[in-house]
């Protein structure tokens, strides 16, 4: 198993990440509690210590996946913790096993609003907590060092121009932290999202 970082981002949100060396990246996934409850978001394989901090932030109550590309550990994690699964529609089919929730057409699930983002990968949904202002970014945006905020490149998009267009919407939501399926968090991130997306 690959060495996984471990970072409570703050007492609600939890972040574990581990370089994948087959698709030659960080992979990072976050475990969010609202109201006593736990959702794990492209959740790669947890060690002892991420189980446990895991738990004591609540009971774990289910798994979304933002895309196609992200089943990571989420077949595994739900027997273990007997948790549904809930995806996009579109991604399903990249998936080896059958999701339990369609996240698409649903306004709010565990306190989260699932949001479309065509363009970007198979599937492609953003997860927004109102409660704690969190946003959840599957591929559309990426954070790394060495790109800082970034719109996920062309060449591993469905449809640059439409992702570049379906991310203006984001712009409208208060957010007070962004996360990242690939990156590192941003806390008050809507000055350079604005900047990026173009928007005003």
């Not at 030659?24 to 409850?37: D, E, P, Q, R, V």
């Not at 590309?69 to 059958?98: C, G, T």
């Not at 996240?103 to 409660?131: N, R, S």
Request: aromatic fraction near 6%.
């Amino acid at each position: 198993m690959p060495e996984i970082s471990l970072t409570r981002i703050d007492p609600t949100l939890l972040e574990w990440s581990a370089f994948d060396p087959q698709v030659k990246t960080l992979l990072t996934s976050h475990a969010i509690c609202n109201a006593g409850k736990v959702v794990l978001i492209d959740p790669i394989l947890p060690d002892a210590a991420v189980m446990a901090a895991i738990s004591e932030m609540g009971m774990p109550c289910g798994i979304f996946l933002t895309n196609g590309n992200h089943e990571r550990a989420s077949k595994k994690l739900s027997k273990l913790l007997n948790i549904p699964v809930a995806s996009p529609a579109f991604a399903v089919k990249e998936f080896s096993f059958k999701p339990d929730i369609i996240l698409d057409g649903l306004t709010q699930i565990y306190g989260f609003k699932p949001i479309a983002i065509p363009g970007a990968a198979l599937g492609e949904h953003a997860l927004y907590c109102p409660k704690t202002q969190t946003l959840c970014i599957g591929d559309a945006l990426i954070n790394f060092p060495s790109t800082g905020l970034a719109i996920l490149p062309d060449k591993y998009c469905l449809d640059p121009a439409l992702l570049k267009k379906s991310l203006r919407p984001l712009t409208l939501l208060k957010i007070q932290t962004l996360i990242f399926s690939h990156g590192s968090p941003m806390h008050h991130p809507m000055p350079a999202l604005k900047k990026l997306i173009g928007a005003s």
